[in-house]
């Protein structure tokens, strides 16, 4: 049974910058494309990046390109969102999960999710 866990959210300032963690276990890490949604209050959850099992192929939010930085590391069945130059614009619950890239397709096997907070 996949299990994940996402960590590091918090509050920061419009312009500052946060790295959020996921764990993931109970599945074969490397067989997945992984990515991170997000919800805002009153929004649905989006794609805003997403890495195949590789490396090879990364993407990105339109809102988020230039700013966030998706990555993994298969070994330590990890996968990590470096999210520079914030706005409040991002705030929203960050969830960690299994995906398909193309289309932005959940497993929705995400877990308790992180929240972010942008404000000054």
């Known amino acids: 049974q996949a299990h994940i866990v996402e960590s590091g959210g918090g509050l920061v300032q419009p312009g500052g910058s946060l790295r959020l963690s996921c764990a993931a276990s109970g599945f074969i890490f490397d067989y997945y494309e992984m990515a991170w949604f997000r919800q805002a209050p009153g929004k649905e959850r989006e794609g805003v990046a997403c890495?195949?099992?590789?490396?090879?192929?990364?993407y990105y939010a339109d809102s988020v390109k230039g700013r966030f930085t998706i990555s993994r590391d298969n070994a330590e069945k990890m996968v990590y969102l470096q999210m520079n130059k914030l706005q409040p614009e991002d705030t929203a619950v960050y969830y960690c999960?299994?995906?398909?890239?193309?289309?932005?397709?959940?497993?929705?096997?995400w877990g308790q999710g992180t929240q972010v907070t942008v404000s000054s």
């Open positions: 999960d299994r995906a398909i890239c193309r289309g932005w397709i959940p497993y929705h096997s």
């Open positions: 890495i195949d099992k590789s490396e090879a192929n990364i």
